[in-house]
């Protein structure tokens, strides 16, 4: 923190391959830094040059004075000896937007370590490399050769913003410049060989003029650091707002080649960062518009969102698409519907507001507007007011209008101005007078959903772990080995295996028909794909049967009960090598990978976060009884769920998957039980060896 703090309010800046040449980036950099004021020394260096933009050059680091940060833009064949100069010179850091490290291969791996160990050979401290620099707006030091500071002023705001991609950082700076939103500070930490995205974050929480935070993360240094400063910014009352890069198979490709760092997985990811109090976004225009929103508005608040437009049409479409985002619409009280009466036709008094509906006898005059926003603002139903807006008559007189009603609510309004050029001097009003807007309706639904999910309570907190379990030999699971693991907390099915026909239908006979007869093997993941699954058999002829069509494919067979009624869902933990032991939950059976409804927690899971869980899943509705149907035993489904939790947390990543598909959930009062279960145990080493010899590959591919 103090080496963040001496980068960031430096005394004396050196500047590598200063220039004259505005055109250069050293050159611009230094006319940046004068530019918007920075207020320390400048420190021009450049062995072919005694005065660079009127200050004094020197020809290398150690023939100038001391020096607190040190801008590297050179070829990457001169990084290493041009840092390890800055490090003896006693430089505080260095800025290295130079590329080609460990973002091109094992060589350039090599140089970025070497760079680290002279810098910390010396107390060195780094950023980048492969970066676009940094500013700090409180004090005008734009450490970037970016022209998007091609401007008379910058906005100093209250938003930090940390990006892995100097060009993202820009973009996200241009685009909330243009809409006259401004940051704290702006960090590109590009390859994170040293100084690192954790850092900056840290630093931002312990900082006063810094509100809100936005982070964009390609990969991860230190995950589980980097959970535990969300949850510190969560508990310091800042919002978190998170652009995660790797979202798919191909995204994550793209941020290994980009800034050599893993991915992961996104969707543990998402889970882990969303449990911590983050609000994940997937555009980056989004994240910088919803951390001014928290920031101008506070929390989110009861009620629903209203919606004024100047179109019909527009009111229409937005209706529609807060639908399928599940963004609930207000209903207008009476109050409010008497107000809007006064200047709105009888038929148009209902949430969305049709400006273009307003009694014709009023004319032209801006006060319909201006009645209409404060009548929906100070509705008790509305807690958050978009305006889209198209062409409309007296275009900026109307936006002026609206905004006088909307500012006596104190409530949270977003503008969208959908029109293009001719919009340009609705958009200077909205700045002008401190209103928020973005230009698609798509991007002002997206900010309000970040704004929303932003939940300032207090986290709940996870269970301890419990005592460790002993884990089953090395190996793929057959099912009755999973069920035995499974003991530790979760109802299993009554099945036992069988070798012969007659061994079937005796067991069979003594559990009651119906029964199931499956295959038991390690090489099967979707037993019923390869005909290792027969159902509802009802006599010992069906199972003798059966076990002549299952023993052809596997070396013995299981006979269990035919459960019948209730909710399947898939209930399972996972190893992540990033943030440790997870479970996840959803809809299951044979229908698990079409719908794709399923939640992940981070283990141990307590009972909140279980629940916290399940009402975010589709199937919620099912299991607390849809249509008049009988709800389902959730307590038992939570303590279902928590079991899974301790036992992954319990055996670690010795346990790197299990999965229990289906989970049968009863009616209420009756309770869960296990229909089917398989995992992979690790050794101490982290091996995992085929057990089976029945066959040499795989009946259907893990």
């Keep these: 923190m103090e080496a963040i703090a001496r980068l960031l309010e430096p005394k004396r800046v050196a500047v590598f391959g200063a220039s004259d040449d505005r055109g ?137 913003l940390v990006t892995q991609s100097g060009a993202l950082m820009l973009s996200v700076y ?167 009466a006064e200047v709105m036709l009888p038929t148009h008094l209902a949430n969305p507001v049709d400006l273009g509906a307003r009694r014709q006898e009023l004319g032209e005059g801006m006060a319909v507007a201006t009645q209409a926003a404060r009548a929906v603002i100070r509705d008790p139903n509305v807690g958050l007011v978009l305006v889209p807006m198209t062409t409309a008559p007296h275009y900026e007189a109307t936006v002026g209008a609206l905004l006088d009603g909307l500012e006596a609510g104190g409530k949270p309004v977003l503008f969208v101005v959908t029109p293009g050029s001719v919009a340009t001097g609705v958009r200077s009003l909205l700045r002008e007078r401190g209103a928020l807007y973005c230009d698609r309706l798509d991007d002002g639904l997206r900010t309000i959903r970040a704004y929303l999910d932003h939940d300032p309570a207090p986290l709940p907190t996870p269970l301890a772990c419990p005592p460790r379990v002993e884990a089953p030999r090395p190996g793929y699971l057959t099912e009755p080995e999973a069920m035995a693991l499974l003991a530790h907390g979760v109802p299993v099915v009554h099945e036992q295996v069988v070798r012969s026909q007659d061994e079937a239908a005796s067991a069979a006979d003594a559990i009651g028909y119906p029964v199931v007869l499956k295959g038991v093997t390690d090489r099967v993941v979707h037993k019923s794909d390869a005909g290792l699954v027969h159902l509802d058999l009802k006599d010992p002829a069906a199972v003798r049967s059966a076990f002549d069509a299952v023993s052809a494919l596997a070396p013995s067979c299981l006979v269990a009960k035919m459960e019948r009624g209730g909710l399947e869902l898939i209930l399972g933990a996972k190893w992540d090598a990033q943030f440790g032991p997870t479970v996840l939950i959803g809809a299951g059976g044979v229908l698990v990978d079409l719908l794709d409804d399923v939640q992940i927690l981070l283990a141990p899971v307590s009972h909140a976060m279980a629940a916290a869980a399940l009402r975010r899943l589709r199937v919620w509705r099912l299991l607390e009884g849809y249509r008049g149907r009988a709800p389902l035993d959730v307590p038992a489904l939570l303590d279902t769920i928590v079991a899974v939790g301790q036992l992954a947390a319990a055996l670690g990543p010795l346990l790197p998957e299990l999965d229990i598909n289906p989970l049968l959930v009863r009616e209420a009062g009756n309770g869960v039980v296990a229909l089917d279960a398989r995992g992979v145990v690790r050794d101490s080493a982290g091996h995992i060896e085929w057990r089976s010899t029945t066959a040499p590959e795989p009946l259907i591919a893990r």
């Design 174 to 340: 241009n685009r909330a410049y243009d809409a006259g939103i401004g940051f704290s500070q702006v960090v590109s930490v590009g390859n994170q060989a040293d100084l690192g995205l954790n850092d900056f974050f840290e630093h931002w929480i312990e900082d006063e003029a810094t509100q809100a935070i936005c982070l964009h993360v390609e990969g991860l240094i230190d995950a589980q650091r980097f959970l535990t400063l969300l949850r510190r910014a969560h508990a310091a009352g800042k919002p978190v707002i998170v652009l995660k890069t790797g979202r798919s198979l191909q995204g994550e490709a793209a941020a290994r080649s980009h800034t050599a760092s893993l991915a992961g997985s996104y969707a543990v990811f998402a889970a882990a960062a969303r449990g911590a109090g983050a609000v994940l976004v997937d555009d980056m225009d989004v994240m910088a518009l919803a951390a001014q929103m928290l920031i101008r508005f506070g929390p989110r608040r009861a009620g629903g969102i209203g919606v004024i437009s100047s179109s019909g049409g527009l009111n229409g479409i937005t209706a529609d698409r807060l639908a399928d985002l599940h963004l609930e619409m207000a209903r207008f009280d009476p109050a409010s519907e008497a107000a809007l």
């Design 24 to 160: 250069k980036w050293g050159g611009r950099i230094m006319y940046y830094l004068a530019l918007h004021g920075f207020p320390g020394e400048v420190i021009p260096i450049n062995p072919r040059r005694q005065v660079v933009q009127g200050r004094t050059c020197y020809p290398n680091i150690g023939a100038a004075p001391p020096v607190d940060v040190a801008v590297i833009s050179v070829p990457a064949a001169s990084v290493v000896q041009t840092v390890r100069e800055c490090a003896e010179a006693g430089v505080g850091c260095c800025v290295i937007i130079s590329s080609g490290f460990a973002e091109v291969g094992e060589a350039g791996r090599a140089a970025q370590e070497e760079l680290v160990a002279i810098a910390r050979a010396h107390g060195t401290r780094l950023v980048g490399p492969n970066c676009l620099g940094l500013i700090n707006f409180r004090n005008g030091m734009a450490l970037t050769s970016a022209r998007v500071l091609e401007v008379e002023r910058v906005i100093p705001g209250h938003i930090g």
